[in-house]
């Protein structure tokens, strides 16, 4: 690894090299703090004249979204990023590429709501994110990133996630993980796929109608209701693989633990940070991580949490998650929840207090 | 060795920016960090401060509750992360504007008059360079050598001919940090 790929960054930052590095063939955003790192390194850097991606400030999250189903309609990289409001504005779109199987990237420096909120950090996009978030039964593939380093390394990821399945796919992150910089190592450069492979890969994609092939037709409408309720179910079929094998999550000091606390992106950094406190004063308490927040790890956190006192759900939100938590364990555990709101991170003190109390 | 600081002072003072220095400086060294800022509305004058953490392990949460070292540059920031040092922390502060002095007797306490340093040096922007200085001087966190590679590594070219003096700076910071 040459010396010059390891280097400080904020996440915002990261996920502008790292998109130009995986080989993105276009960005659409609007800014919006605290994301707009995103399109300022991207402008900074000036992918356009060295691989010939695309990077365009809309004029609105609204136009943004459409643009990526454009683009990624014709087989092309492409992503899009903002915060909570503006992603908001996006769930149209998202659920139209749902419906029409377009295989784009939305990025979410979540920030705290409801409404326009505030400019801090927060996690309470998760019901959104993982629920679909706009009309209809659908899904995106939803990664939580809790490193500078993983800003970087979903991108390529999710690219992969995104064309594997057909599938919109969301890096729902927050303000801590987007504003602060820690080491990173950036990917190798990749280069963007020639139109020629873009056929072979993607022989949906409406790249123009050649002789002797029939048009290829992107949309979400369809009138009769069987033929809809058959795309329906086939829809349900690929969410179905998507969950037996896009699992993601990661453990620490599980094996002799009492209690469980269960936390993703920045909440789940904070808490392994509680969980060393804990440990001081002899509360063994261990982490689960899930990475992928759609596919949920139900499984694993079921089989982890037998037999434990107590499962603890650390979120930068009201209590979201925590009821995957307790769908996952059906009762056979006691589970709370604990949360700070509207932009206020919790402190590691505060999480060790919550275990004290709350069992 | 894994030490977890706050810098906080006024914006415009270079809390930001010393921190970034700080982390870049671990980084040469070949160490893990963190640079975590309480982000807000950025404007000159409001309060502004950043968490940074430099270990030779893997770093855990980028927000804490204690901290080993403890920068204050005004007022607010000396009342609010006093009572957060943990016990044998470190404490630097510069004395300008300071009306009511730290108090507890379990922490290493050390004054640096970098204000009134620069102003001597007739170059406010060195401020922060100084504060850096007495925080080397007492703390060893990062070699001088590595701030002086973070330099070269993060500022632009046609500002390379600042360094010797920002480097000045820091070793002014070094002879007139004292202990209380």
């Known amino acids: 690894m040459a010396e010059q790929d390891i280097v400080l960054l904020k996440g915002n930052e990261a996920i502008a090299h790292a998109a130009i590095r995986c080989g993105a063939d276009a960005f659409f955003g609007y800014p919006i703090t605290p994301q707009s790192e995103i399109i300022e390194t991207l402008s900074q850097l000036k992918p356009w004249e060295t691989t010939g991606m695309v990077v365009l400030q809309a004029e609105s999250e609204v136009a943004s979204i459409n643009m990526v189903y454009g683009g990624a309609g014709a087989g092309k990289r492409v992503f899009t990023s903002s915060s909570s409001p503006g992603v908001a504005l996006m769930q149209e779109g998202i659920s139209y590429m749902a419906g029409a199987e377009i295989p784009g990237v939305v990025i979410n420096v979540q920030r705290g709501g409801p409404g326009l909120g505030t400019i801090q950090p927060s996690q309470s996009d998760y019901y959104q994110a993982t629920r679909g978030g706009g009309n209809g039964d659908y899904y995106t593939i939803v990664l939580a990133p809790a490193s500078v380093q993983e800003m970087a390394d979903f991108m390529d990821l999710s690219f992969e996630l995104a064309f594997k399945y057909r599938i919109p796919v969301m890096i729902l992150s927050d303000g801590v993980i987007g504003q602060m910089m820690e080491r990173v190592v950036l990917p190798p450069y990749k280069p963007r796929r020639t139109e020629e492979e873009i056929k072979k890969e993607c022989p949906w994609a409406t790249l123009g109608r050649t002789k002797g092939r029939n048009p290829n037709i992107l949309t979400s409408l369809e009138l009769q209701p069987e033929v809809m309720e058959k795309r329906n179910l086939r829809l349900q079929e690929k969410y179905k693989t998507i969950k037996d094998n896009e699992v993601r999550y990661e453990t620490h000091f599980c094996e002799d633990a009492d209690y469980i606390i269960v936390a993703f992106g920045s909440a789940a950094r904070i808490s392994e940070k509680a969980i060393e406190m804990a440990r001081e004063e002899g509360l063994k308490v261990g982490l689960f991580r899930p990475i992928t927040l759609w596919p949920f790890p139900s499984d694993e956190i079921a089989e982890i949490s037998k037999g434990k006192k107590g499962v603890l759900v650390t979120e930068i939100n009201a209590g979201q998650m925590v009821d995957d938590v307790r769908l996952a364990t059906l009762g056979s555990v006691d589970v709370e929840s604990f949360g700070r709101l509207g932009g206020i991170v919790p402190e590691p003190e505060e999480i060790v207090n919550a275990l004290k109390t709350k069992f | ?180």
């Open chain 2, 1 to 180: 060795m894994k030490k977890e600081i706050i810098i906080s002072g006024f914006g415009g003072q270079g809390v930001l920016s010393m921190g970034k220095i700080l982390a870049y400086s671990g980084l040469m060294e070949d160490k893990e960090v963190t640079w975590m800022p309480a982000y807000g509305p950025e404007q000159r004058g409001g309060t502004a401060n950043v968490t940074v953490i430099v270990s030779d392990e893997r770093i855990s949460s980028p927000i804490l509750s204690r901290y080993d070292v403890a920068i204050v540059l005004n007022q607010p920031s000396l009342d609010k992360f006093e009572p957060k040092l943990k016990p044998g922390g470190i404490l630097i502060y510069d004395s300008y504007g300071i009306i009511n002095p730290p108090k507890r007797s379990d922490i290493k306490v050390y004054s640096i008059d970098a204000m009134d340093k620069a102003a001597e040096m007739k170059n406010s922007k060195v401020f922060n360079m100084i504060v850096l200085g007495g925080l080397l001087k007492v703390c060893s966190i990062v070699s001088e050598n590595g701030v002086e590679k973070a330099l070269y590594k993060t500022l632009p070219e046609r500002h390379h001919s600042l360094i010797p003096l920002n480097m000045e700076a820091i070793k002014t910071g070094k002879e007139i940090i004292k202990e209380m």
